[in-house]
């Protein structure tokens, strides 16, 4: 079975700080992953994905990604923090090939940026 | 270009009650899904569907119904509204290609 874990259940950052939001996956061959920010009372919005390809995934709104297969692991950064950062970030993970296939959400990481 | 439009937006509801829970794409994807989203554990797939007139379970799908009887549209029914269903409740949709899901911006379902 495939799963998602998001060690944190929060992460606080001072406002031009880096930050890093972390996720690591379980699936049976080589994954798809996904990155999205749920801002309060909203839907969840896609950020970024992986598919293949470069290791280093660049998405919406200056946040990136960095899969690293041998740890199986798939962080969301940013370089600079920003304020209006702060929401709730999920990851998430499906299997290939392609066709519909499961996709598990992790528990999500509430993001603080601190002014 | 609205997205994915979910009516309604909050809705209480007695023990044994019924309701549908409506949604609509306008960007044509294939795919749909309903989710509901409970602290602490993520997002939980309902039902989805792969196309017009068809239908499967997710994870979670008893006590739920749905329906995609026209492409753009995916309903979500409770027949007997239980506690244990309130819950925030929203829907996406996705091209058949891998992509990232577009979301509804979610029902607020409270049972009492």
């Known amino acids: 079975a495939q799963s998602v874990a998001q060690p944190e259940d929060q992460v606080n950052v001072a406002e031009g700080n880096p930050l890093t939001v972390k996720c690591t996956y379980s699936?049976?061959?080589?994954?798809?992953l996904f990155w999205y920010v749920q801002y309060p009372n909203r839907g969840l919005q896609f950020l970024l994905k992986?598919?293949?390809?470069?290791?280093l995934v660049k998405g919406s709104y200056g946040f990136e990604a960095e899969f690293n297969k041998s740890q199986t692991s798939f962080h969301l950064k940013k370089p600079s923090a920003l304020v209006s950062d702060s929401a709730l970030y999920f990851c998430?993970?499906?299997?290939?090939?392609?066709?519909?296939?499961?996709?598990?959400f992790g528990t999500g990481t509430k993001l603080q940026v601190i002014p | 270009n609205a997205g994915v439009t979910q009516t309604p937006k909050f809705r209480v509801l007695k023990t044994g009650q019924s309701m549908t829970l409506l949604c609509a794409q306008d960007?044509?994807?294939?795919?749909m899904y309903w989710y509901r989203q409970d602290p602490g554990m993520g997002l939980r797939l309902i039902h989805y569907?792969?196309?017009?007139?068809?239908?499967a379970k997710g994870e979670v799908p008893d006590g739920y119904n749905v329906s995609r009887l026209k492409k753009q549209n995916f309903l979500l029914g409770l027949e007997s509204a239980a506690p244990s269903q309130t819950s925030v409740y929203f829907c996406?949709?996705?091209?058949?290609?891998?992509?990232?899901?577009?979301f509804g911006s979610g029902t607020r379902l409270t049972v009492v």
């Open positions: 996406a949709s996705s091209p058949p290609e891998v992509h990232g899901y577009t």
């Open positions: 699936v049976s061959g080589n994954p798809y």
């Open positions: 992986y598919i293949t390809g470069d290791n």
């Open positions: 998430a993970v499906r299997a290939m090939p392609g066709g519909y296939q499961k996709v598990t």
């Open positions: 960007m044509n994807h294939e795919y």
């Open positions: 569907s792969v196309g017009e007139g068809t239908t």
